[in-house]
């Protein structure tokens, strides 16, 4: 069984919608949440950490259900230049797990 | 922008060769990582390490040794590259303040 798993989409939506993203995870000691935005053959960037309780940066808002092992994202308002892959990793330890990522594309 | 430099960017080399995937980050980071990643699917740890001195295996690291003489250098090594290996190798070090790993521009290799 995969640590993290990610629907890979993907998502096609028109600018301005709003779209989410969820990923679950296998290691129930866990600690450590985030999300990473992957460019079309760039390296992966940090977009956000994950907290149990929930957090928001503009338009992004990021959710943790620790008894589910879930993790989504939310993205309002879309931006053409939303459109990358969103990779979940978790880190119940020494390393880092990356979900395959969710592939999205911003339409005009 | 990340402090961190990985050479070479693009890479063709034959089967059999030794080559040596280089990688420096200039923030002080004590922890980084090697992760091999194919098109469209999940970055894999190869090989991680905690400070200098130290390196660890990851899920993926049988065909590869890495050395940490330096806080700033973490080369890794092919040491027989085969077809297999053709792929994108990202090199990270992790910041405990801030709990971001930072990635370098990664290394596209291909085996002939």
């Known amino acids: 069984r995969k640590e993290v798993e990610q629907d890979p989409g993907p998502f096609n939506v028109p600018e301005g919608a709003t779209v989410a993203f969820n990923c679950t995870y296998s290691n129930s000691a866990s600690q450590s949440f985030f999300w990473y935005r992957q460019d079309c053959r760039k390296e992966p960037k940090l977009l956000m950490s994950v907290y149990s309780s929930g957090n928001e940066d503009g338009r992004f808002t990021a959710q943790l259900n620790r008894a589910s092992q879930y993790i989504s994202l939310l993205i309002r308002d879309s931006k053409l230049s939303d459109s990358a892959t969103y990779l979940c990793?978790?880190?119940?330890?020494?390393?880092?797990?990356f979900g395959t990522g969710t592939s999205l594309t911003v339409i005009p | 922008e990340a402090d961190i430099y990985q050479t070479p960017r693009y890479l063709v080399i034959g089967t059999g060769k030794k080559i040596t995937l280089e990688c420096s980050q200039t923030m002080g980071h004590d922890k980084m990582y090697w992760y091999q990643q194919d098109p469209g699917m999940e970055l894999h740890l190869i090989h991680y390490?905690?400070?200098?001195?130290?390196?660890e295996k990851g899920d993926l690291s049988s065909e590869s040794t890495v050395s940490r003489i330096r806080t700033e250098h973490f080369p890794l090594t092919l040491e027989s590259a085969r077809p297999s290996h053709t792929s994108q190798y990202l090199c990270?070090?992790?910041?405990?303040?801030?709990?971001?790993?930072?990635f370098g521009p990664g290394t596209r290799l291909t085996v002939t």
């Open positions: 990793v978790v880190n119940p330890g020494n390393q880092f797990y």
């Open positions: 990270a070090s992790f910041a405990d303040s801030s709990y971001e790993q930072y």
């Open positions: 390490s905690y400070g200098v001195n130290s390196t």
